[in-house]
């Protein structure tokens, strides 16, 4: 035997051993169909972005935190008690790093803009486009709430400053001006020059808010909420079929390359064993 391999001894050996490589082509072929044939979890994302133009981060994260509230969930599925979804399947990303993508009736918020689905029941991407637009609403809704609570609270201050004549008059504006920059609603946040007098920021308090609340009823009119939910993106497999395909071809091509190194080199070290025998 030569110590080397000519490429005609490489072809004909290949050519000799012709079957059994395309038996393992096909094999990997026929192994990458049945997978891609069998799979059966799908993926779509729901895109969503703030219209509050004022604080949309802030909107996106309470849209986040309304999402995931167990309350908020059970009363969108008190009105759609057939659906399939559950609490359960929802899972916030940001605090489940080693939640991988592949887990099975999943549904991840990743960053506030994006809602990923993975599930094997494709309903399961209705349900939550169902379930974000309930989420939509209520927190429209308590944003409104709360606005109309602080335009109320100031507006009444602001009358009692028209009507006081005493020393009072600054202890009424101080709470005020307090309460505007401490309450719950903060993310209503309002400017104003230093210079201005405590019952004039009270009254510029409430030009702010009844401005604020004039826009975001404007928006939700408009549009069903603050926040825009677009359709789910059409389903589609976790792993595509080209590249299930383009792997068991790689795969094949590795299979062969080990069977034909094997194959010429086991018959040489065999013949090159040293005989030991006297």
Do not use: C
């Amino acid at each position: 035997m030569k110590n080397g391999l000519t490429l005609l001894e490489l072809l004909l050996f290949i050519w000799k051993e012709k079957k059994v490589l395309i038996i393992i082509i096909l094999i990997t072929l026929l192994s990458g169909y049945l997978y891609d044939h069998n799979q059966k979890n799908y993926k779509s994302i729901l895109h969503i972005e703030s219209l509050y133009e004022k604080d949309n981060f802030q909107s996106l994260k309470d849209f986040k935190h309304f999402f995931l509230n167990q309350d908020n969930f059970s009363n969108w599925k008190k009105l759609n008690d057939n659906f399939s979804l559950k609490f359960n399947d929802i899972s916030d990303h940001t605090s489940d790093e080693n939640l991988p993508y592949t887990i099975k009736n999943k549904f991840i918020n990743i960053n506030g803009s994006e809602i990923i689905v993975n599930s094997k029941d494709k309903n399961i991407i209705s349900e939550t486009y169902s379930y974000s637009q309930f989420t939509n609403k209520k927190l429209s809704n308590f944003y409104l709430s709360e606005l109309n609570k602080k335009i109320l609270f100031i507006d009444e201050k602001v009358n009692e400053f028209k009507i006081q004549k005493s020393l009072y008059i600054k202890e009424l504006a101080e709470e005020v001006a307090k309460i505007a920059e401490s309450s719950d609603t903060s993310k209503f946040t309002f400017t104003y020059d230093d210079n201005m007098s405590l019952a004039d920021k009270a009254r510029n308090d409430l030009f702010d808010a009844t401005s604020q609340f004039q826009i975001l009823t404007k928006i939700i009119n408009l549009h069903g909420g603050i926040i825009k939910v677009k359709f789910p993106t059409p389903p589609s497999k976790i792993i595509s079929s080209q590249r299930i395909y383009f792997l068991s071809i790689i795969i094949s091509i590795a299979i062969n390359l080990l069977y034909l190194t094997l194959k010429f080199y086991i018959p040489q070290l065999k013949q090159k064993k040293p005989n030991l025998s006297l």
